[in-house]
């Protein structure tokens, strides 16, 4: 059974960091290209961060220079690396399995973590 399960989300103040991991098991994770996505409050869900199975990552215009995407295929885990947050970044944020610039997100998703940044 395939599940992704996402950790490391939290309260911090702006101008923090925060990791966020996701680690998936029951599907051939190498194969994948990951994704995250995140939802605030009253807002549609916005694509962050994309990274291929093999390649560049892609980021989202409202993240680049501040997020960073990576993978670790040994661990079958998904990093988002979350520097400079400011307020506006408070979002559920989800992990998401099987990307695609064609078709957009994968069938697979975790359930989300909350991240929060405020004073």
């Known amino acids: 059974q395939a599940q992704l399960v996402e950790s490391g989300g939290g309260l911090v103040q702006p101008g923090g960091s925060l990791r966020l991991s996701c680690a998936a098991s029951?599907?051939?994770?190498?194969?994948?290209?990951m994704a995250w996505y995140r939802q605030a409050p009253g807002k549609p869900r916005e694509l962050v961060a994309t990274?291929?199975?093999?390649?560049?990552?892609n980021y989202a215009d409202s993240v680049k220079g501040r997020f960073t995407i990576s993978r670790d295929n040994a661990k079958k885990t998904v990093y988002l690396q979350m520097n400079s947050l400011k307020p506006e970044d408070t979002a559920v944020y989800y992990c998401?399995?099987?990307?695609?610039?064609?078709?957009?997100?994968?069938?697979?998703w975790g359930k989300g973590t909350l991240v929060t940044v405020s004073e």
């Open positions: 990274i291929p199975s093999s390649g560049n990552p």
């Open positions: 998401n399995a099987g990307v695609s610039v064609v078709s957009g997100p994968g069938y697979y």
């Open positions: 029951g599907i051939t994770f190498g194969v994948y290209a």
